[in-house]
């Protein structure tokens, strides 16, 4: 039998993280509900490992490439990585991002528990300019909700020439379009509530590194501040992971017909999917990776409030934030007071679940209709 190392991430994610295979033993893991373990062990305690959790983490270190940590939410992933860093210490990030990224970033600059510079990460010479001085780069790529895409390979490696640390929100892309790790990144992170766990039913985040020292140090961060995983929430995380290659798969296919479809639509005025030839992202995409993801931006000719009238009108497309699940979600992004100011009200954000594209079609047409 081949080792699960050799196997390509499709299979790696299905393979990895199971039980040694024995005589009717569990092929799946199991939840293992102790908040203790006997000793003598590795564990000892609840708050610092479970056997669940390790099943998950294992997977989706198959996936990318570094030793992996869970944690109870993205949001705790991204609050440990910044809490490792000196007072006063320089991050360098993009002015674009998921809002509770951005909220805590200036939540840290007001405290001045940290200094931000906050750049284009489409302009690799704005970036690059931003650098000198910086501890932590922290790069979503592509961006929440703007879908603008950093040229990684080339701003990875000139980060970590100036010694940089860089840390890289994979969510949108997750490893299978894009390997942040192999690339040169000292951390991918991951919101496994969303393309990875795909079924909107858990919280959860996700850092990956091979750095044996950064790891240590993050893990410290989690064992202290104890936003651990539950381990109901991290087997059904582990049975979502197993189907990723698939629903993304899907989902992407359906979401560059469906970008397409809108490029043209009489009622939208931009459309933002790096995946479209049209896309200002899509040569420097198309360099790395080997997808666009299933995330559309777009905007309408049209207020917000009509852009509210069609993610209330539709029928299949739940209007909710998130993303990332079997299910199509879209919202107005300015419903949110957190968003960044520089996103157009009008632009509503359509993550594209894995139902038949002509359905998906019909209702965005319909609902744009409404107005």
């Given at each position: 039998m081949s080792e699960k190392k050799s196997l390509r991430p499709a299979s790696a994610v299905v393979a990895a993280g199971r039980p040694p295979v024995s005589a009717d033993g569990d092929i799946n893991p199991p939840i293992s509900l102790s908040s203790t373990f006997h000793a003598p062990n590795e564990i000892g305690y609840g708050r610092y490992g479970n056997p669940t959790w390790s099943a998950l983490?294992?997977?989706?270190?198959?996936?990318?490439?570094?030793?992996?940590?869970?944690?109870?939410?993205?949001?705790?992933?991204?609050?440990?990585?910044?809490?490792?860093?000196?007072?006063?210490?320089?991050?360098?990030?993009?002015?674009?991002?998921?809002?509770?990224?951005?909220?805590?970033?200036?939540?840290?600059?007001?405290?001045?528990?940290?200094?931000?510079?906050?750049?284009?990460?489409?302009?690799?010479q704005e970036v690059l300019d931003a650098l000198p001085g910086t501890v932590l780069l922290w790069m979503e790529s592509p961006t929440n909700p703007a879908m603008e895409v950093a040229d990684l390979p080339t701003i990875i490696a000139a980060a970590k020439s100036l010694n940089c640390g860089v840390g890289v929100d994979n969510t949108f892309a997750t490893a299978l379009n894009q390997k942040p790790i192999a690339m040169g990144a000292d951390i991918s992170m991951n919101s496994v509530t969303k393309f990875l766990?795909?079924?909107?039913?858990?919280?959860?985040?996700?850092?990956?590194?091979?750095?044996?020292a950064l790891f240590t140090r993050l893990e410290d961060q989690r064992k202290l501040g104890g936003a651990i995983p539950g381990p109901f929430e991290s087997w059904l995380a582990l049975r979502g992971l197993r189907t990723l290659a698939i629903r993304l798969a899907q989902s992407q296919k359906s979401a560059l017909e469906l970008a397409t479809r809108l490029s043209n639509h009489p009622k939208?005025?931009?459309?933002?999917?790096?995946?479209?030839?049209?896309?200002?992202?899509?040569?420097?995409?198309?360099?790395?990776?080997?997808?666009?993801?299933?995330?559309?931006?777009?905007?309408?000719?049209?207020?917000?409030?009509?852009?509210?009238?069609?993610?209330?009108?539709?029928?299949?497309?739940?209007?909710?934030?998130?993303?990332?699940?079997?299910?199509?979600?879209?919202?107005?992004?300015?419903?949110?007071?957190?968003?960044?100011?520089?996103?157009?009200?009008?632009?509503?954000?359509?993550?594209?679940?894995?139902?038949?594209?002509?359905?998906?079609?019909?209702?965005?047409?319909?609902?744009?209709?409404y107005y």
């Open positions: 983490e294992d997977a989706i270190s198959a996936l990318e490439g570094g030793r992996t940590l869970t944690f109870g939410s993205g949001m705790a992933a991204i609050s440990a990585v910044f809490n490792i860093l000196p007072r006063g210490a320089v991050i360098t990030a993009s002015k674009h991002g998921y809002s509770g990224t951005m909220s805590l970033l200036k939540k840290l600059s007001v405290e001045e528990r940290i200094e931000v510079r906050y750049v284009d990460v489409a302009n690799t766990a795909g079924h909107s039913d858990v919280l959860m985040g996700s850092l990956s590194t091979n750095d044996e939208v005025a931009k459309v933002r999917y790096p995946g479209l030839p049209t896309d200002p992202h899509h040569a420097t995409a198309k360099k790395f990776m080997q997808g666009f993801g299933a995330v559309i931006s777009f905007e309408i000719h049209g207020t917000p409030a009509d852009a509210d009238t069609v993610c209330s009108s539709s029928t299949l497309i739940s209007q909710a934030t998130s993303l990332g699940g079997v299910e199509s979600l879209w919202e107005r992004r300015h419903r949110w007071s957190a968003e960044s100011p520089s996103i157009p009200e009008n632009l509503i954000r359509l993550s594209v679940g894995i139902e038949d594209v002509e359905d998906i079609w019909a209702d965005i047409d319909g609902a744009l209709g």
